[in-house]
């Protein structure tokens, strides 16, 4: 397998490699919708943040936020829209492809630090000046065809160690599900809750601690961070965090299994009882059909939280049947596996 150290490295500037295209400002909210990516300043979902009608880019290309969440570069192979926060990124010498753009998408990505919301990544002269570091071949050219193999070699090898997962989680089979009876339960009922109390995110540091907050996408994860106040530390795992505030995130709920900081938009909910992994993701889809009750402006308060029900499968003797909600979702990660590898045998020759 390739190694980083298998090649010498050269900087180049943005303006020797790439061909940089600015975004257009023309705001979502005036688009219509379609099924064409809206990329925009994100540092998560490909940095794409709706859908509209039509693009204004074409595929393989890079796509890199110079302001909002600085930095971050993602590759984008089908037609895409680049909002006013983005540059789109094409080599001079050759077309991308997705592994090449992968390996530069990294090293692009290594000069965020360098830019914050109040120093822009202005698009001009600073971007082209910009300098990227790049294996070479032996003539001192950047060397597309190692950091296209290098990727190749490191996508195959996970791949493999996935498909390696899903043969051995399919060699036991799911229990069939039998029907049930469903009724209401109070959450207060079911779990003990906190609510969080990082208020001030200015006070943290980076860090390894996982920063959960209100968000809808990524299981709320915000950043890696670390307290420095003693007071305000990690939570437990093995819960389940619920946005009881936040603009489109309010209502949803997160299985945490590991340790983390959070965010005073969001309560963690610990079972009562002693229940598996698997009933708690069945618990937390159960607590997030609840969202459409719930807005920015009218929030899970803790009376709410108090009043709150969930519907859930339950034994004969009207209990939560935690062992049918484990079995449930083992079935849906059973049928998961068996289309991924059903997949992968399509694409091997």
Known sequence: MLSLNDRAWK???FEQLFIIKRGQSVYKQYMKRGNIPYVSASASNNGITDYVDKPNRATNMISLAYDGSVGF???????WFASEKIVSIELKDQPLNRYIAMFLCRAIHSQKDK????????????MMRSKILVPITDDGSPDYAFMEQYIREREDKFIQKYRDFADAELTTLPIPLADKTYKSFKVLDLFDYKRGNQNNMNSLADGSDMLISAKNINNGLKGFYTSTNDKKGTYKGNCITLNNDGDGGVGLA????YKFLLDTHVYALYPKENISSFAMLYL????????????????ISQDRLKAMKIMLPTTDEGSPDYEYMEQYIKAVMFGKYKKYLEYQNCLTP
């Not at 822009?120 to 600073?126: A, D, F, M, N």
């Open 11 to 13: 900087e180049f500037t």
């Open 73 to 79: 570069a993602f590759y984008q192979n089908t037609p």
């Open 115 to 126: 830019y914050n919301y109040a120093y822009k990544w202005s698009v001009g002269i600073r």
């Open 254 to 257: 997160y299985y945490q299994p």
């Open 284 to 299: 937390s889809q159960a607590l997030s059909k609840q969202r459409a009750c719930f807005s920015h402006g009218y929030s």
